[in-house]
């Protein structure tokens, strides 16, 4: 058990639904990572926040948004949603808002758009 | 793009035997990281080697890296079933501050 949780661990929705995944990361760490892992694709990092505040961007589409609350935990936002944003979301956590430190992942959660 | 590609894609050991795993990547990196993920779980930290260091050691796990050549090797020693999984490496380029860049993987199989 890494220390992070995510929420749900299965979600199923229609197309043009909107969805929202919810991270907590673990006690005492401050930055927050989204990635998109799909067999096409592989493991795609998204977006990261630390303490509160954006750091860095990756391959994360317009309709795709998330922010990190006062209490550290995150939450991303899906839109207007594509059979081919089926995929597991994975947040991680680590201390420090650097590539220097090692992340803790979640369990994930499994995405599907039918 | 990925910044690591790891060879082989996929390998299949027998219990006991070594498992070598390699990663190479095209720009200057502050770091490279290994990553194990067990089928459809998250991934979990194995270890974190750094651009002035040559080797690290955990357990039965040594990793190598060579910025000349930019590659890492991931040696597993004495193979278990246990240690069926695949493996990422990731890369901490220099021209990014936070991000890791993750390779494609290297589904590893062994058998009991």
């Known amino acids: 058990d890494s220390g992070v949780t995510q929420t749900p661990k299965h979600l199923i929705t229609a197309t043009g639904q909107r969805v929202t995944l919810r991270c907590s990361p673990r006690s005492g760490d401050l930055s927050v990572y989204w990635y998109q892992q799909s067999l096409d694709q592989g493991l795609q990092f998204l977006i990261q926040y630390y303490n509160g505040e954006e750091r860095a961007k990756g391959n994360i589409l317009e309709r795709f948004s998330a922010q990190q609350f006062p209490d550290l935990h995150s939450e991303l936002n899906l839109s207007s949603l594509e059979l081919g944003d089926s995929a597991l979301y994975f947040c991680a956590s680590s201390v420090g808002d650097s590539q220097n430190y090692e992340q803790y992942f979640g369990p994930g959660t499994r995405l599907t758009v039918t | 793009s990925q910044q690591g590609e790891e060879d082989p894609q996929a390998l299949s050991i027998q219990e006991g035997e070594n498992a070598t795993m390699n990663c190479s990547y095209k720009?200057?990196?502050?770091?490279l990281q290994w990553y194990r993920q067990n089928s459809g779980r998250g991934l979990v930290h194995l270890i974190l080697?750094?651009?002035?260091?040559r080797e690290k050691h955990s357990g039965r796990l040594r990793v190598t890296l060579d910025t000349s050549k930019k590659s890492s090797s991931l040696l597993i020693t004495a193979s278990r079933a246990a240690d069926t999984a695949s493996y990422f490496c990731a890369t901490a380029r220099m021209d990014s501050s936070y991000k890791l860049i993750f390779g494609s993987g290297t589904r590893l199989l062994v058998r009991p």
């Open positions: 720009t200057s990196i502050n770091n």
């Open positions: 080697i750094r651009s002035n260091e």
